[in-house]
C-alpha cells in the first residue's frame, strides 16, 4: 500500500448530523436543489423532514424546507457545517437555494471512524 493509502487509513474520520432549514425560489425543482445539496463536498445523507409550520411560510416567491444532514466533519462540527453553507450558497451556487442556516443546536456526533 503506498504512502496514500496508509494517510487516508490512519485519518480520523466524524461524522456528524445537524437540521438544517434552507429557503428557496419558488419557482424552483426541491428535487434538483436537494440532489445538488447530496453532491457537495463532505455530505453524507439529505433526508427532508415534512413540516406543516414551514409549508404556511410559504410565499409566492419562497418556500422553506427542513433538512436532516450527515456529514463529515474534520475537527470542529461548527465549522465544517459553516464550510458546507458557503459551498451551497456561493462556491457551487446552486440555484435557487437562496439560504443555508445551520440549527447549530441540534448538532450531534453519529460516529468517528
Keep these: ?17 445537524c437540521d438544517i432549514l434552507i429557503k428557496t425560489a419558488a419557482d424552483e425543482n426541491k428535487v434538483e436543489i436537494y440532489n445538488e445539496i447530496r453532491a457537495l463536498s463532505g455530505v453524507v445523507v439529505v433526508t427532508i423532514e ?17 433538512l436532516k444532514l450527515k456529514y463529515i ?18 462556491k457551487n451556487r446552486i440555484s435557487g437555494l437562496l439560504q443555508f442556516i445551520p440549527r447549530y443546536n441540534t448538532i450531534i456526533k453519529v460516529g468517528s471512524y
Design 1 to 17: 500500500m503506498g504512502l496514500l493509502g496508509k494517510m487516508i487509513l490512519n485519518e480520523d474520520i466524524t461524522i456528524f448530523k
Design 50 to 66: 415534512q413540516s406543516d409550520f414551514l409549508n404556511t411560510k410559504a410565499t409566492k416567491a419562497y418556500e422553506y424546507s427542513l
Design 73 to 90: 466533519g474534520k475537527g470542529d462540527a461548527k465549522t465544517a457545517i459553516k464550510e458546507i453553507g458557503i459551498d451551497a450558497v456561493t
